[in-house]
């Protein structure tokens, strides 16, 4: 631990939360309306228990997130409820012919932004120098160029080869299935959907706060996006990668909330 003065006080720093725009969002849209019951994001189910974590903990005042986090996920807050907000009503017709929609609409809309102004008021914002953020920024584009360049046959050249030779063949042809089921899907979603420059900022932003810090001092990313979190559960070519270029540990929101809950705890 390294002693961190906020605030004129002194805090035992055990670890750091870096709050991406997805889970803020996600823990953010939550409303319980008569007649509809639960509008909820696809992810708050996840998110929300970090957010119950870091309110207990607040003292401690491990959760962080920037301006642009926070700008990004009011700019899409609207568009996420109209679309939860739909797919309620297209899931139940009788829903669709009972409810006004604008005034559900409205109503949703202003619950999940005080909910979104209370989950930005457990976290401190950290301000960002832009040139050290421009320079990251060209070494995570760097980065994910580099993942979708990577080719499944580099990979086969650094698997140990078997000690019995006759089973080489064997090992070759199920190494090679191993990795076009659980590799390949990655590399072609990289292709597909490439992360954008606000993803490569939010990330740069991220790599700064942790460079910050002591090195042992464990720096959490919460995101439920594929480009930074694990594509699956054990699929962690992009995380790993992150982890090893800028010693950061990206993860789901739930996954995170209990390894923080732990740490705090000893």
């Known amino acids: 631990m390294i ?42 189910k996840i998110s929300q228990p970090l957010f119950e974590v870091l309110q207990k903990f607040i003292k401690e005042r491990i ?7 926070e700008e990004e996920a009011r700019a899409v807050l609207n568009t996420v409820v109209l679309k939860r907000l739909n797919e309620r009503l297209e899931s139940n017709p009788e829903l669709k012919q009972k409810v006004d929609f604008f005034r559900a609409y ?28 421009n320079k990251l920024v060209l070494e995570v584009a760097k980065m994910y160029q580099q993942i979708e360049e990577l080719d499944l046959f580099d990979f086969m050249k650094t698997k140990p080869k078997p000690v019995n030779r006759r089973l080489e063949k064997l090992a070759k042809q ?15 979603f990289i292709e597909r ?8 900022e939010i990330l740069a932003e991220a790599a700064y706060l942790a460079s910050l810090r002591d090195s042992s001092i464990p720096f959490f990313v919460a995101s439920t996006d594929q480009h930074i979190a694990p594509f699956r559960k054990d699929e962690k070519l ?11 540990i990206c993860d789901w929101p739930n996954v995170i909330a209990e390894e923080v809950y732990w740490l705090l705890r000893k």
Do not use: W
Not at 110 to 118: G, L, Q
Not at 174 to 184: M, S
Not at 193 to 200: M, R, T
């Open 3 to 44: 002693i961190y003065a906020s605030g004129g006080c002194l805090k035992y720093l055990i670890c750091r939360v870096f709050i991406e725009t997805s889970v803020l969002v996600a823990c953010s849209v939550h409303a319980v309306i008569d007649q509809l019951g639960a509008v909820e994001d696809e992810f708050y």
């Open 193 to 200: 959907k490439p992360p954008g420059l606000k993803d490569y």
């Open 63 to 69: 959760g962080i997130t920037t301006f642009t986090v």
């Open 106 to 133: 409205s109503a949703i809309l202003d619950i999940c932004s005080d909910n979104m102004d209370r989950n930005c008021s457990i976290l401190v914002r950290e301000p960002i120098p832009i040139e050290e953020k």
């Open 238 to 248: 992009i995380s790993d990668r992150i982890k090893k270029k800028f010693n950061m």
């Open 174 to 188: 199920i190494y090679q299935a191993d990795l076009e089921k659980h590799i390949a899907p990655i590399i072609e």
